[in-house]
């Protein structure tokens, strides 16, 4: 496989359910990042890890739960979600998010739909 | 903050017109990028721009990039059918950590 792959592609779960969406790249990067993308709102960047490492959290609720066991999966660990939290969750990965290099371009996945109900 | 405004939201044009889509942004930056991203599918990163005065050009699309205005455009020449799409901005900055912000994204719809 190439590129960024995310699964599932669709997921329907409860209120009370735990779930985890999982993403895997195979291009070599070092970054990776969740997004969630809603009908009403701009792309919003959740988390990035970097070299492993979490770098950015933007006050994402505690119901959701990064994991990025190594530089070629990243998780998204889901519990006790609000149906406000139903929305594409896009992961992605960049080769250099430091911008060293000039450029921070990313590939994205091609996301998982999430319904709460 | 760093704010990153697109408009129009969108767009619905003739084939063969030509249109512009803007990308405002509020604070300094040199590097601008554009996706693309169709119904139901991921985004796909279009052009990058990361000067005063870019210019970048793939077919039918030209994006250009003034960093003392804080503005990007993206010019569709002659539209056809397959541009129609979701077109991002995002802008990455010292001031936001140099991570990626986007903007709302412009909905085109291009018609026969």
Known sequence: ETGVTQTPRHLVMGMTNKKSLKCEQHLGHNAMYWYKQSAKKPLE???VYSLEERVENNSVPSR????????????????????????LYLCASSQDPAGASGANVLTFGAGSRLTVL | E???????LFLSMQEGKNYTIYCNYSTTSDRLYWYRQD???SLESLFVLLSNGAVKQEGRLMASLDT??????LHITAAVHDLSATYFCAVDAPSAG???TFGGGTRLMVKP
């Not at chain 1, 959701?64 to 929305?87: G, I, K, M, V, Y």
């Not at chain 2, 003392?68 to 455009?73: F, Q, Y």
């Open chain 2, 98 to 100: 140099n991570m990626l």
């Open chain 2, 2 to 8: 760093l704010k990153v405004e697109q408009n129009p």
């Open chain 2, 39 to 41: 119904p139901g599918k």
């Open chain 1, 45 to 47: 960047l959740m988390f």
């Open chain 1, 64 to 87: 959701f739960s990064p994991e990025c066991p190594n530089s070629s999966h990243l998780f998204l660990h889901l519990h006790t979600l609000q149906p406000e939290d139903s929305a």
């Open chain 2, 68 to 73: 003392k205005a804080r503005l990007s455009t």
